[in-house]
T-cell receptor
Framework: NAGVTQTPKFQVLKTGQSMTLQCAQD?????MSWYRQDPGMGLRLIHY???????DQGEVPNGYNVSRSTTEDFPLRLLLAAPSQTSVYFC???????????FGSGTRLTVV | SQQGEEDPQALSIQEGENATMNCSYK?????LQWYRQNSGRGLVHLIL?????REKHSGRLRVTLDTSKKSSSLLITASRAADTASYFC???????????FGKGTHLIIQP
């Protein structure tokens, strides 16, 4: 099993550009979420999904969109990149609410 | 906003010593989880303790939970250089938004 796969691992964007961070899991997990990790801030929840077709906002959703058309995939879209979105982004999945998460290896994004 | 708050923020000990990290949180929980993050890597789940449990063991790890004090501790016994990492507690309040993470404790094991 590959677990949770995130691509790309590194990305540099110019301010105003858009891009999609990919996240895929092969464990048939219903629950998926996106976090961003900034120095000294821990992990903050951006968006989450409790199943295909269902998404909701987390703590810091502004500037990001998500969709969940399949159980396996949960892409995160940056609409108009800003330097404040420079961060490390982690995708995570779990079998259901109340169980442990499996994390991807992260995408390190720099917006210049 | 952070639900869990780890203490200390950083900890440096000698190899072979025990390491203790604490986590305090504010609201009621269904479970509390501990994760490890090696530098530049994703988080790895260590242990989950439910609100009706007081102590749990996994290998060299021991986790305690005191819901009356809203606190948890992670003990790593007989530390090794490979234990050098950041450790995060995460609380599950039972809501659909899942886990809320603290800022972490950075543990350094000196050889």
């Amino acid at each position: 099993n590959a677990g949770v796969t995130q691509t790309p691992k590194f990305q540099v964007l110019k301010t105003g550009q858009s891009m999609t961070l990919q996240c895929a899991q092969d464990m048939n997990h219903e629950y998926m979420s996106w976090y961003r990790q900034d120095p000294g801030m821990g992990l903050r929840l951006i968006h989450y999904s409790v199943g295909a077709g269902i998404t909701d906002q987390g703590e810091v959703p502004n500037g990001y969109n998500v969709s969940r058309s399949t159980t396996e995939d949960f892409p995160l879209r940056l609409l108009l990149a800003a330097p404040s979105q420079t961060s490390v982004y982690f995708c995570a999945s779990s079998y259901s609410q109340g169980t442990n998460y499996t994390f991807g290896s992260g995408t390190r994004l720099t917006v210049v | 906003s952070q639900q869990g708050e780890e203490d200390p923020q950083a900890l440096s000990i000698q190899e072979g010593e025990n390491a203790t990290m604490n986590c305090s949180y504010k609201t009621s929980i269904n479970n509390l989880q501990w994760y490890r993050q090696n530098s530049g890597r994703g988080l790895v789940h260590l242990i989950l303790i439910r609100s009706n449990e007081r102590e749990k063991h996994s290998g060299r790890l021991r986790v305690t939970l005191d819901t009356s004090k809203k606190s948890s501790s992670l003990l790593i016994t007989a530390s090794r250089a490979a234990d050098t990492a950041s450790y995060f507690c995460a609380t599950d309040g039972g809501g659909a938004d899942g886990l809320t993470f603290g800022k972490g404790t950075h543990l350094i094991i000196q050889p």
